[in-house]
Structure formats: C-alpha cells, structure tokens
C-alpha cells in the first residue's frame, strides 16, 4: 500500500509548462526525477500511461513473471540509506516484489506529488524558435517544456504477430507483456503458448500446473540455466548490507554490471575435465552467472561450444522422450548469441502428460481459428491463447510516442533504416531530447539498473553544465552518430552474439523491422569511460548552444 496520492490528470486545454518532461514512472523515470527535482531543483513532470509507478513491470503481471539478475543488484546503488531500509525475500524477486520495492521508493523520496499517472503521450514535437518541446497526450492535454527524457524502457511494447483470424477465435487471448491485473483462471483449459524465449520458459511451467492441458508453439529451441531461486536469509540480507559499497564497485567495473568477476581463462585452454567441473559448479549454482565461466564463451566460437554441448547434455538428461528432446535441443544458434533465459522447472514441463510441443519450422501457424490455432498439419483446439512473444524491443517504445525534432524531422524517418544515435542517449536532429537506455547504449546486455543509473547521471550533469553556462539547446551531431553507429557495429562482431539470425537484439521478432543489432556490446565498464570523456572533453560530438 502506498501513503502518498499521485496528482489527477488536469485534461484542461492550457499548456502545462515544465523544465523537464520526463515519460515513464520505472527504475529510469523515478530516479531521473529524483536527480532532475531533488538535485538541480527542477520543474518536473513525469507523465505514465499505466495507473501505477513500476515500468515495464506494471505491465508484467503473467504467472512466473520475474527478474533475471540476483535481488541484491536488481535495484538502486545511489541511495545506501534506501538499501539498508529494503529487504528482499528471494534470490529472484517476483513482479509482485519489484513493485512494492519501486512504490516504496517513490514514498521514501516523495516521488509522487510529480507523476502524473493516466496519462498517454500521443506525441511530442520541437519547436526551433523557441528551443522548446510541446508534448500532446492521448487525453487532451498539452505539456511545454525545455527538455524531454523518455524513460519507456527497452522492453515495453507488446508484440503481438499479425496472425490471419486472431478476430475471429472464440476463446480469450493475453500478451504476457500486458497481463490483466486481475489474472487469469487457466483450470479446466485448453492453453496455447506461442513463444519459448526468456518470457515463455518462466511462463510454461506454471501455466502447466494451472491448465487441462498446455499446447506449446516453439520457434527456436533455446537454451536455459536453472535460477536455484530460494528465498534470501537473514544473513545474507545481513552481508550484502555490511559489503554495500563492494558490491556496487564490482558491478561498474564489470562487463555487464552485475557484481561478479568474469573469468580469465579460455574455455579451451583448460583440459575436458577441468572444464566440466567448472560448468558443473556453475549449473548448481544457477542464474546467469553461468556465463562469466570463462571469458570467451561469447567470443570464441570453438570456446562457445563448449558450453553449448554442455547444457544440450543437460536437457538430455532432463527430457525422456527421444522425439521432444530433439525438438527442444537448440542446433541454430551458440549459447548467450540470443538473451540467455534462466528457469524453474522449464525442460522438466515436458515430462508431463498434459503438455505438448509444436515445432514451428516443422509446421508454420497458418491461422487462428474460431477454434484454436490451425498449423500447415493440423488445428489445435484451445481455449485460451498466450502470447510469449516478446516486445518491439529498443525502438518500438520510442517510435510509438511519434516524436518529431528540428524543421519537423520525424523520428520513423530517421530511424528508418534502423536506430542512429550517439551513445544511445540522443538521435541527430531530435535537440534536448535525451533517450534513458535507448539504442546503442549496452541497455538489455546488463544488469539494467545499473545502466540506467549511469544515463540518468550522464544526463543530470549535462543538464547542470548547459544552466550553469547558460545553454538551452544540446543536439547530437550528425558525425558523431554515424561514428556511434560504426563503434556499436565492431562491438557487436567482436562477438558472437550477431550470429544469432532469430535474436530480438537484431530486431527479428518484428517483421519488416531493420536488421540492425542494436545495444553496444563493448561491456558497462567500457561504455562508462566512454561517456565520460566526451563530458571530460567539453562534450565532443555535441552541438549546444
């Protein structure tokens, strides 16, 4: 239960004038208000389509629905006194959990006398002459203010494929992304599930138990470490808060800010054995540290392999049926090439009697049906549809809010041909609009608190630098995003991870969408120091004025 009352949508006609303009009320825009209201002494408004604080997990409501990263970094690193409030109560904390804890920071920092919750953008567009943009929501009204902070998240627009006949099914159909805050009662139903990515394996065990009977709708066969989720003791709540400040420099300096040391040996530098002792201690352990084995296993593809052939054992040795476990063996793509799930209980679904599995590459969903789902072999009969299938991820979120930027530059023209920004944080021709974690940033390929702290960061001191000099116009030049562009495309192919034809990184969950990999591989570590020599250096590669 929250204490504090968020401000009701005015809907009147007259503009609404702020400092800043900030969309979205997750990890980003709470903490880019706290920092814009609290420490430059702003005008703030953030504006939230949803009628809570919480991002992309407002949304995320599906059953099994959790983060990826351990609850003792899956949260704020500024606030220490926060921290030693807050208790988690599992290694994973559950939807459930994550929205308590940003509800109790938002009533801990007084947060919500500046969100405004109800409240769509429709658009938003700048205004040359007076270095201003003018932001229209979906019910009436109309913001004016300097700067405009999206802080959407990667991962907040649904994907729902454009099956034939989806209007005509007689049954109910749900986007895990978008999940009725009053559940769903599965007993008794005939379930489909489309999708098996990182979503669908936490999903599949669960809606098993629930149902008569779950049909699966596999893509790709994927890989899956075990989480080993349990809940968190008292004493480790206890040395997390004794090792604060460890903990949090461990996570900056990393590759992919999460609090453990890669690796420095190679995957093939060591003998089978070694390396099966190794891989051993990490399966027990779970989650994704399993990746921080060795340090090429997204480099090397012979190192890869390795790993690969591994957990491939280990579905083997999981799943009983010879015909199910060729379907569910992952053969197209290298370990961690796509978002490397983890799992409770996933491969260990199929072992039941009232699940089956439906490979796609062997028979295509040709339509849904008043009935079900009709593939090029046979119709499946169900009840309910539920769509895995992941999000318009990086761009989708920004290109919904239709932004257009200097002498009316549209956004989807400028990312036509796939996302171009510098650093992630602006796109040329698009001034004073700042993207939290937006493409070309590393984003989805860390823990993302951590890599939202930094924008959020970067951002407040670029703002504090422009009105202590008295600029109010900052713009990303055109050069500098191209050679943005060109960083983020060697990162990427120092790795495996473009290998991987099917991965949403790449945008291929979304027809018709560009094939560009989109957040920067390079590591956290080396994207902070990045940033901070172009502030160290008067902001090279941007234009204010």
Sequence with gaps: MTTQSIITPARDAAPHAFDAIIIGAGFSGLYQLHKLRDELGLNVRVLEKGAGVGGTWFWNRYPGARCDSESYYYCYSFNKEIEQEWSWSERYPEHTEIRKYLNFVSDRLDLRRDIQLDTEVKSAAFDDASNTWKVETVGGETFLTRFLITAVGCLSAANVPKFEGLENFKGAWYHTGNWPHEGVDFAGKRVGQIGTGSTGIQLAP?????????????????????????????????????????????????????????????????????????????????????????????????????????????????????????????????????????????????????????????????????????????????????????????????????????????????????????????????????????????????????????????????IRDMRAKGLTRIEAEPAAAEQWVEQVNAAANATLLPMASSSWYLGANVPGKPRVFMPYAGGFARYTDICNDVTKSDYRGFTRS
Aim: hydrophobic share 35%.
């Design 206 to 462: 669960m809606l098993a138990g629930r149902s008569q009977h779950l049909t699966i709708f596999q893509r790709t066969a994927n890989y899956s470490i075990p989480a080993r989720n349990r809940t968190v003791t008292p004493e480790e709540v206890d040395l997390t808060r004794k090792n604060y400040d460890d903990v949090w420099r461990r996570a900056r300096s990393g590759t992919n800010g999460h609090p453990f040391t890669m690796s420095t040996r190679s995957a093939v530098s060591v003998t089978d054995e070694e390396r099966r002792t190794i891989y051993e201690k990490a399966w027990e352990r779970g989650g994704l540290r399993f990746r921080a084995s060795f340090k090429d296993i997204l480099e090397n593809a012979r190192a890869n392999e390795t790993a690969s052939d591994f957990i491939r054992e280990k579905i083997a040795d999981v799943v009983k049926d010879p015909a199910l476990l060729e379907k569910l063996t992952p053969r197209d793509h290298g370990f961690a090439t796509k978002r490397p799930p983890i799992d409770s209980g996933y491969f260990e679904t199929f072992n039941r009697d009232n699940v089956s599995l439906v490979d796609l590459k062997a028979e295509p969903i040709v339509e849904v049906t008043e009935k079900g789902i009709r593939t090029t072999k046979q119709e499946y009969e169900l009840d309910i549809i539920v769509f895995a299938t992941g999000f318009d991820a990086f761009t989708g979120p920004l290109l919904r809010l239709n932004l257009t930027g200097s002498n009316g530059y549209a956004l989807k023209q400028a990312w036509a041909a796939g996302p171009r920004t510098y650093l992630g944080l602006q796109t040329p021709k698009f001034p004073n609009l700042f993207t939290i974690t937006g493409p070309g940033s590393p984003s989805v390929l860390c823990n993302m608190p951590i890599a939202i702290e930094q924008h959020v960061d970067w951002i407040t001191t670029c």
